[in-house]
């Protein structure tokens, strides 16, 4: 079962928008019941909802319900759990490969997926019009970085198929 987790600070903005946002987008000829999605973040606490604005945002652009997320912090076994990793900001990559060099070769950027090197702005504590941007520009990114997404995830899948490990 190929998995893409995305990663921002406190798993509460932009990863569970990400997230949501790529389920949403998984063509049904792939199955997303087949995939394993899911976010969490880098200095988050668990069990936070995701921010009121990330939820009206999602909710009125793009009629997605994140209700029911709750922020998760990393840890090693649930970034070896995962094909793919995709983190909003270059630091969030700098600071997993630090700590947990054996997922060097599965964390990107986000935007690397679409072709560019760039971070995501964060909107937490910005104004409803900060996290529309930010959901316009995750729903361009993974748009635009869709089949490279489903390509490294599957590659990983697959590679860890032919070692004897599982998905």
Not at 1 to 24: D, G, H, Q, W, Y
Not at 58 to 84: G, M, P
Not at 108 to 118: D, I, P, T
Not at 145 to 166: D, E, F, H, R, V
Request: one cysteine or more; aromatic letters at 6%.
């Amino acid at each position: 079962m190929p998995s893409v987790l995305f990663i921002c600070t406190a798993n509460v903005c932009r990863s569970p928008m990400a997230e949501a946002l790529f389920k949403a987008r998984v063509d049904p000829e792939i199955d997303a019941a087949d995939w394993r999605i899911e976010s969490a973040g880098t200095w988050a606490t668990g069990g936070a909802p995701a921010a009121a604005k990330s939820r009206q945002v999602l909710q009125e652009a793009f009629n997605l319900d994140i209700t029911s997320h709750r922020s998760r912090c990393v840890s090693r076994e649930l970034l070896r759990s995962f094909d793919l990793i995709l983190v909003m900001e270059r630091g969030h990559k700098e600071a997993l490969i630090a700590e947990f060099p054996e997922i060097s070769g599965r964390v990107f950027l986000l935007s690397e997926m679409a072709g560019s090197v760039r971070d995501v702005r964060d909107p937490y504590t910005g104004s409803l019009a900060d996290y529309e941007d930010t959901a316009r520009e995750l729903d361009l990114l993974i748009t635009q970085g869709y089949g490279k997404i489903i390509q490294l995830a599957q590659k990983s899948t697959n590679s860890k198929k032919s070692q004897g490990g599982t998905s």
